[in-house]
């Protein structure tokens, strides 16, 4: 093999190395400072103007309270109010999970006509009701599972 070849092979390889190297140094930096950010950082929800109205949903009891069951710990419930939930491991969510497959702030609750609706916010592993991948806003029924990594919540009555 050529000593040219041999070269640009050798340089493109410590090119990627250290391509791979600062981006674990991201993700890492990312994750121990989680709580570091403001909470005057945090954007108002997307998609949540009169123009996103989103699906009709016959309306049935109306949610008052957040079920989570986390890996390992006791149930915990929430009273809910008319201000969206965010669930995540940040310190500043309002709903703070421990579980290492959750984002900083996977997902958020948003109320809208007496319904709760389930928005993912961009996470890495993504959101599930219902063992469905939730893609956009979706509505929430009463009792049904909303799973983020092994901790699983429910909206009740």
């Known amino acids: 093999m050529p000593d040219v070849v041999l070269a640009v ?15 674990v140094a991201g993700v890492v930096r990312r994750d121990l ?18 123009a996103a109205a989103g699906p009709k949903v016959k309306r049935g009891k109306a949610a008052h ?16 109010a008319d201000t969206p939930i965010t669930i995540g491991r ?9 579980d290492d497959f959750a984002s900083a702030h996977h997902a958020q609750l948003v109320p809208r006509d007496g319904q709760w609706f389930l928005q993912d916010q961009g996470s890495t592993n993504g959101t599930y009701l ?20 092994r901790t699983s919540l429910e909206l009740r009555s």
């Open 9 to 23: 092979a050798r340089f493109g390889f410590l090119v990627l190395l250290w391509i791979f190297v600062f981006a």
């Open 33 to 50: 400072f989680i709580g570091a950010r403001s909470s005057g950082l945090v954007a108002a929800p997307r998609g949540l103007g009169p």
């Open 65 to 80: 309270l957040l079920s989570v069951k986390e890996d390992g710990r006791p149930e915990r419930t929430i009273t809910l």
């Open 90 to 98: 940040a310190e500043d969510c309002t709903v703070v999970i421990t």
């Open 130 to 149: 219902n063992n469905a991948k939730v893609s956009g806003l979706t509505p929430v029924p009463l009792r049904v599972p909303i799973r983020i990594g």
